[in-house]
């Protein structure tokens, strides 16, 4: 089965996708956390989760296969092997303790994969407990979680990710996410769909998250390096790739260490073959460090010497190592002032269906124009609910599965 999975580029038509529809998760955000927890709001979750049905009823009506992480990981919860490595490494964090961490471990035991499920995903609050009490529990505050709430999990474009027929597990930079990448981890080790799937990187590797990865073309692929994905992450990923023959150019692009910034794909993402939409503001000043293999001296992935180039504008590096002319830049807005609110509202977050289709947040009116007028036909979805957790189409999309672009 493995070789049916797999991805080689942003633009390929797109045939399966992994999702999140939000849940109970979303729940626990409370003007008190929702800094903590990454979340610029606290979203209406009726309306979110309707507004992500409507995204997911797009992508089926364009033939796309929509997994949800949720169904996979009860799926996955249904072996009793899984649900052990689960449950330990939900109950091996310190902040237990032995009391509450023994406690734990057998109840959770007791689950249905549903409620299990749940639990993973939705947390624990001190006092949701109906055991386990002691010195931990004690001393804790009440509305404290003893298994924290994973409401970025809505974002799966950034815990996984499909480089050819490999899937990196990522390793996610913010306490609030780091737990994210044992579910995804477990799904792909353990969900029979995914059996025989190689996977590379993974949570106890240098950071680097999805939303930095963009597979610029077949072999190519552009990491940005900022507040999530490291220096190291993206050398780290670097050789994995080159040692898998997954790729033979990687280019290393620095982005400011901001909110507004904190994933390559919040400034820029293809929605073709040789076309970018790209926030302006950053447009002339983004550079790039193209990483190839200078020499190998056996075949690990620690056995490479990496050859890094200068820093070049990130156009011009990424056109020379995709074997183009041009990689053709469409503005975010019109005007610095436009560019920077629909940067914000993800303008620049688009998911590609295939190469000039693309699915775009609705709000983002002069992008979305700017889109047409290049020849892209844009899907708009409704994300004023789904927005509140910065992130678009392509931020809560991982791509499984798209057609390999043709030959050229
Ligand atoms: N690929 C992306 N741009 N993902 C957006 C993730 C947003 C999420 N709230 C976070 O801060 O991590």
Not at 259 to 273: G, P, S
Not at 343 to 350: L, P
Request: charged residues 20%; contains cysteine; proline residues 6%.
């Amino acid at each position: 089965m493995a070789s049916a999975h797999g991805s080689d580029s942003e633009v390929g038509i797109l045939q399966t996708v992994l999702l999140h529809r939000p849940g109970p998760e979303l729940k626990r955000l409370t003007p008190r956390n929702n800094d903590k927890l990454l979340f610029d709001g606290i979203p209406w979750i009726s309306r979110a989760q309707e507004e992500h049905d409507a995204f997911a009823e797009a992508l089926r009506a364009r033939g796309v296969e929509v997994l949800y992480l949720v169904d996979l990981l009860v799926e996955t919860l249904r072996s009793e092997d899984a649900r052990h490595h689960a449950i330990s490494a939900v109950t091996s964090g310190l902040h237990l303790g032995d009391t509450l961490g023994g406690y734990l471990s057998e109840a959770l035991h007791d689950q249905s994969p549903e409620d299990l499920a749940t639990i993973l995903t939705a947390g624990v609050r001190n006092d949701e407990l109906s055991g386990g009490f002691g010195l931990v529990t004690s001393l804790l505050p009440q509305d404290d979680f003893v298994i924290d709430p994973l409401p970025n999990l809505l974002f799966t474009r950034d815990s996984s990710v499909w480089i050819r027929d490999h899937v990196a597990i990522t390793s996610l930079a913010m306490p609030a996410r780091r737990r994210e990448t044992q579910l995804t981890e477990l799904i792909y080790a353990e969900h029979p769909r995914f059996a025989g799937s190689p996977t590379i990187h993974g949570w106890h590797h240098e950071n680097v998250e999805g939303g930095d990865v963009l597979l610029l073309a077949p072999g190519v692929l552009a990491v940005g390096v900022g507040e999530r994905t490291t220096p190291a992450g993206v050398e780290r990923l670097a050789r994995q790739v080159f040692t898998a023959g997954l790729a033979h150019t990687v280019l290393a692009v620095p982005i400011a260490q901001e909110r507004a910034t904190m994933h390559l794909d919040t400034v820029c993402t293809m929605v073709d073959v040789d076309k970018i939409v790209m926030y302006p503001n950053v447009a002339d000043s983004l550079q790039a460090h193209a990483v190839t293999i200078a020499e190998r001296t056996g075949p690990g992935d620690t056995d490479l010497r990496l050859d890094v180039a200068g820093a070049e504008p990130f156009l011009v590096a990424a056109a020379k190592a995709m074997r183009i002319d041009t990689l053709h830049q469409i503005d975010t807005g019109l005007d610095p002032v436009t560019a920077e609110r629909e940067q914000w509202d993800d303008g620049n977050n688009t998911l590609a269906l295939a190469p000039r289709v693309a699915v775009a947040y609705e709000r983002n009116i002069e992008t979305n124009t700017r889109l047409e007028e290049a020849g892209i036909e844009v899907i708009a979805i409704a994300g004023s609910e789904l927005g509140s957790g910065r992130g678009g189409p392509r931020c809560m999309s991982c791509p499984v599965t798209r057609a390999p672009l043709p030959a050229d």
